[in-house]
């Protein structure tokens, strides 16, 4: 090999290590898997890029193009910068994918594909490091959201009493309902919050607006304290929303033990179609997961499948006739026996329960119009309920008569005569 050329393989060995860093675990993971697991999101696409860096040489022009779809073209010592930042967040998605995948079945599709988290950043949870748990259970929150088999999820944040001065309109969305990145979705709360009024009525009014008109059922997290510093009712906010959007549901989840906090975060989930709980029960990702898996995730619908082929013969007793007949005697004594024999068969399975009924299934050999095969089947039917009523003293009242007009080629056993399409079919119901 050329010198020149084993220089230019080890640029892009140098390369290809500085943009798969550390993560040398991510190349056996293909393509084709991750594609057939979810639908591709912008996310997994930034990911399937890395992946293919990662498998194999990467040019800077590849490199330029992934830190660009990550946040803008690299130039000069940014470049560095940016692609530490692309690594690392797809680094983040990728774990997550791997992980979660082991937890996740494949069998499990979204139930509620749209969440809207409704957090308090009021000055009530300044408190007694009220917020700083709050951020604690967020990150239980995104540790524990499913993969499902038919994508990601898509999920919003709003607070409400972030800030002062707002008063009784102190809410604000900060993340607008997307499929989710679990980075965005955790970098989006504030670290810090000041004495902000809790306006929790407001707060559930923004987030019935953010989810109207999103495809699907919607649900809406309320996390926080439960505290309504303005005079309005959460509960019957929560209830209207409801009324205008069934498909919305909102479950509360109680950070402290306030007394007014209770009351109304148990008022709004009753009212919202949803549950409520205390943080401190639901505190790690395990017991975050399986409340997701119990109210956002449902088992996949699949396909129906094909219908199965008639039986080559009908099931019942049958009873044939001669061509253009309606009675059941025939002029073919074989024939004669034979449909003697199966009413009597009939009847005898007929007398095993009292509460058994006969229905009658009528046929003819599709000879001639659709209008005469339909009369004609159900004179057929009615000629033998007439003669298990007289001979066989069955009632009328437990007798049904079903015509069904032309034979299914279906079920006609391929090379019977044609003597088995013009037939009734007894069939015994217990």
């Known amino acids: 090999m050329r010198p020149g050329a084993r220089r230019r393989t080890h640029a892009r060995s140098g390369q290809h290590r500085e943009a798969c860093g550390g993560y040398a675990w991510l190349r056996p993971i293909s393509r084709t898997g991750l594609r057939s697991f979810v639908k591709v999101s912008p996310n997994i696409k930034l990911l399937l890029n890395l992946l293919t860096t990662c498998r194999s040489s990467a040019s800077s022009t590849e490199i330029n193009e992934l830190a660009a779809e990550a946040g803008g073209e690299a130039s000069g010592g940014s ?197 409520y709980h205390n943080a401190d029960v639901i505190n790690s990702p395990a017991e975050w997961h399986a409340w997701m898996r119990r109210f956002l995730v449902v088992p996949c619908q699949r396909p129906a499948p094909p219908p199965s082929q008639s039986p080559a013969r009908p099931i019942g007793n049958m009873v044939t006739f001669d061509l253009n007949s309606v009675s059941v005697t025939s002029a073919d004594p074989s024939a004669n026996a034979a449909n003697l024999a199966a009413m009597d068969a009939a009847v005898r399975e007929f007398r095993q329960s009292p509460n058994a009924q006969i229905v009658l299934h009528g046929f003819t050999d599709g000879r001639g119009k659709p209008e005469y095969n339909m009369k004609l089947s159900r004179q057929r039917a009615e000629a033998v309920a007439a003669y298990l009523t007289k001979r066989f003293a069955v009632p009328p009242s437990r007798i049904k008569i079903v015509p069904h007009g032309a034979v299914s080629q279906g079920n006609i056993q391929p090379g019977a005569s044609e003597r088995e399409g013009r037939r009734v079919v007894i069939e015994v119901v217990r």
């Open 79 to 275: 470049m560095g910068a940016i692609k530490t930042m692309l690594i690392k967040r797809l680094a983040t998605a990728a774990l997550i994918l791997v992980l979660v995948a082991s937890i996740a079945s494949s069998d499990d599709c979204r139930g509620v594909p749209n969440i809207l988290v409704l957090f308090d950043a009021s000055g009530f949870m300044k408190e007694r490091d009220r917020y700083q748990f709050l951020l604690k259970q967020m990150n239980f929150f995104q540790e524990a959201m499913p993969i499902t088999a038919d994508g990601f999820f898509n999920v919003g944040l709003r607070h409400y009493g972030l800030k002062v001065g707002m008063g009784c309109e102190n809410t604000e969305s900060i993340l607008a309902v997307q499929p989710w990145d679990p980075q965005r979705f955790i970098n989006s709360f504030p670290q810090s919050i000041s004495y902000g009024m809790s306006s929790l009525s407001a707060g559930l009014r923004g987030a019935a607006d953010d989810v109207a008109g999103l495809q699907g059922k919607s649900v809406i997290v309320v996390v926080g304290g439960g505290i309504e510093s303005c005079k309005v009712d959460p509960i019957k906010i929560t209830e209207q929303i409801c009324a205008n959007n069934p498909d919305v549901q909102v479950h509360t989840f109680q950070i402290g033990n306030a007394q007014e906090g209770t009351y109304l975060l148990k008022g709004i989930a009753e009212r919202g179609r949803g549950t």
